[in-house]
């Protein structure tokens, strides 16, 4: 009878526990039901910038990742190319409109998209700047030492000697001269900027053909910064009275003679009128950021101690302007 009943409670207790356990488990909902939301869901966000430069820059831009409570990211800049660095540099192919999309994400897998479309465009070059001539009109100034001069801002007596004063070009203008088969030169430099485009106009005249054997001509180079004295940095004056005469720059003819320093060398013969005339020419500034600017007069028959001379003719200069091409 006792096993009987022990049985029996054995049995009670079992069903007991089987019941108790069926109702906790309806305690138990299903997964995500009523589930508390991401408090810190991730907002992805960027800013961009194009690259600049005289180059290609134009095509790189870098992406500012702004996004907030993401710790993940994946970029898409919108050539096929993508990413998932915090931030984002992309180089394009070329000028284009490109969609860029970032997608942020957390450690709960909460992801928020944000997308810009940018257009690729290749800037303008900016406009190039005229350089600057001192006493470009070639008006009557002092100088460093010495009288005043039409050639003030224009000396440079390792090359020759100085242009002289006269006046011409409706009788009160000043003007430079090269004649007396004298080494007559003026010389100056100015800034440039690098592969720039530049014209030089400049004003001159010819005294009437005298029939001798040494007919004058008028001889201006564009000297390369490259070929300036090694250590020589330029300087650019502002007064006349400032400016060397000597020891800068170009210090002998052999300097400027030579074919790798010249940009530009034009010759001007006597036209046979002894009015005034404008002549222009071009020239590249190549990979200098200075230049100098040497003219004078050739054809003499006297060599001296710079083997140039001018020749029989006077010539004289009124103006000399240069100016960027854009």
């Known amino acids: 009878m006792k096993k009987t009943l022990k049985i029996i409670g054995t049995a009670f207790l079992l069903v007991g526990t089987l019941i108790y356990q069926s109702c906790d488990i309806d305690k138990f909902e ?4 009523n589930s508390i939301a991401d408090a810190t869901p991730p907002e992805a ?5 194009q ?7 134009w095509k790189d831009y ?7 409570s993401a710790t993940m990211y994946a970029w898409n800049f919108g050539d096929g190319n993508t990413s998932t660095e915090v931030d984002g540099a992309n180089t394009y192919p070329g000028e284009g409109t490109y969609t860029v999309t970032l997608t942020a994400s957390d450690a709960l897998g909460v992801t928020s998209t944000f997308t810009q ?9 900016p406009l190039v700047a005229d350089p600057v001539l001192v006493n470009a009109d070639f008006d009557k100034l002092p100088k460093s030492s ?18 002289e004063s006269s006046s011409g070009n409706g009788g009160s203008d000043n003007v430079v001269k090269f004649d007396n ?13 690098p592969n720039a485009d530049y014209t030089i106009t400049i004003v001159t005249s010819f005294k009437n053909l005298t029939g001798g054997s040494f007919p004058s001509e008028l001889e ?3 000297l390369a910064g490259s070929g300036y004295i090694d250590g020589y940095s330029p300087t650019y004056y502002t007064n006349t009275v400032d400016f060397p005469q000597e020891d800068w720059g170009y210090t002998t003819i052999a300097q400027v003679e030579d074919p790798a320093n010249n940009l530009l060398l034009e010759v001007q013969t006597n036209p046979s009128d002894d009015s005034y005339f404008s002549y222009t020419y071009s020239f590249n500034a190549g990979a200098n950021d200075s230049v100098a600017l040497f003219i004078r007069g050739i054809g003499g028959d006297s060599i001296g101690d710079f083997n140039y001379t001018s020749g029989d003719e006077e010539i004289r200069a009124d103006s000399v302007v240069i100016t960027a091409v854009n």
């Open 51 to 57: 690259g600049q430069g005289a180059a290609e820059e």
């Open 181 to 193: 088969n004298e080494p007559d030169h003026v010389y100056q430099e100015f800034a440039v900027t």
């Open 117 to 125: 479309t940018i257009e690729v465009i290749e800037p303008e070059a």
């Open 30 to 33: 299903p997964l995500e039901a």
């Open 45 to 49: 966000n960027f800013t961009f910038t």
């Open 146 to 163: 010495g009288s005043d001069c039409c050639c003030a801002g224009w000396i440079n007596k390792d090359l020759g000697d100085q242009g």
């Open 220 to 222: 201006l180079r564009v």
């Open 62 to 68: 870098t992406f500012a990742n702004l996004s907030t």
